[in-house]
């Protein structure tokens, strides 16, 4: 079992920042073991990918949308990942959610359906 617990939305105008975080706590396995990932969705609308990591969190993944603006990133130590999010714009407005999935140290997973743990989402909206 794993407990995901994500903090960090607000309110931001267009080009700035935030950063997200995700807390996990993991019963048996070692967080490291677990690929992670950010999705975001709106209301009425499918939850869309974001950006993805393995356990070892060398190898990141992101939807074209957001590459060179967002960096997602982990620290095992901290039971962590976070997702910084720069130059933000009206259309990133979504509730983020963190998942999670037992996949081994090298494995990004990028499908909704692969990731059986999630966060209870956090609000970001991004004014024009």
């Known amino acids: 079992q794993v407990q995901l617990v994500e903090s960090g939305g607000g309110l931001v105008q267009a080009g700035g920042s935030l950063r997200l975080s995700c807390a996990a706590r993991t019963s048996r396995r070692t967080f490291s073991s677990y690929a992670m990932a950010w999705f975001r969705q709106n209301p009425g609308k499918q939850r869309d990918f974001v950006a993805a990591?393995?356990?070892?969190?060398?190898?990141?993944y992101y939807t074209n949308s957001v590459k060179g603006r967002f960096t997602i990133s982990r620290d095992n130590a901290k039971n962590t990942v976070y997702l910084q999010m720069n130059s933000l714009k009206p259309e990133d407005t979504a509730v983020y959610y963190c998942a999670a999935a037992y996949a081994g140290v090298n494995s990004i997973l990028r499908q909704e359906s692969t990731y059986p743990y999630w966060g209870q989402g956090t609000q970001v909206t991004v004014s024009s």
């Open positions: 990591i393995s356990g070892r969190g060398d190898t990141p």
